[in-house]
């Protein structure tokens, strides 16, 4: 079995690698989907671990510290996939706010875990992220801007799960006479 220690410095590559191929910035939003049931090879939805929460959770503030990245995090479908942010990155981003404190029975352990560990947690009904990683097949592709750019990262798994992977790019306008680089 993985250690938590293991989960999070892979989700901490993960998470580096995508600011990279992405070219994100600072204040850059990156949307994280999280089964910690899959984590621990667990069917979804079954078997949340509180460890693979943290791991996730922690690996995220260790690089928004490092990068100047913000982050939500995706609650499961039993809050409509609802999302915890900094309540600054809900003001900041004029996010929707929506009234619910997430638990592991509804809104996942990962989402709890956050909205009891950020300083002013909230709860955003959408947003329209930069980036987003999904370990374990949570489907965040609802929460990232229009075009998305699949990357591989590195590391394939997440404890027992799978990581897919994405940064968002401007639509391409114009044709075939349209120029896109200056």
């Known amino acids: 079995m993985t250690s938590w ?3 999070r410095d892979g989700m901490k590559r993960v ?6 191929a992405g070219r994100l910035k600072p204040g850059s939003l990156i949307v994280i989907g999280a089964s910690t049931s899959e984590m621990r090879g667990q069917r979804i939805g079954t078997a949340g671990a509180e460890d693979c929460a943290r791991a996730i959770v922690e690996a995220a503030m260790a690089v928004k510290e490092s990068h ?3 982050f939500a995090f995706q609650c499961c479908e039993h809050l409509n996939r ?5 309540r600054s990155v ?4 004029q996010l ?6 997430p638990v592991p029975e509804a809104g996942g ?3 709890a875990y956050a909205f009891r560990h950020l300083a002013d947690p909230a709860v955003a009904e959408t947003v329209l992220a930069d980036a987003g990683v999904d370990v374990g097949g949570t489907l965040i592709g609802m929460h990232l801007r229009r075009v998305a750019v699949p990357f591989r990262p590195s590391v394939s798994r997440i404890g027992e799960a799978q990581v897919i992977a994405a940064y ?3 639509k391409l306008i114009g044709g075939a006479r349209a120029k896109y680089e200056r």
């Open 82 to 86: 609802a999302l915890v942010v900094e």
């Open 109 to 111: 352990s990962m989402a």
């Open 15 to 20: 998470l580096e690698e995508l600011i990279q």
């Open 5 to 7: 220690v293991e989960m």
């Open 68 to 70: 100047g990245v913000d």
């Open 168 to 170: 968002t790019r401007p």
């Open 90 to 93: 809900l003001e900041r981003k």
């Open 96 to 101: 929707e706010e929506v009234t619910v404190v």
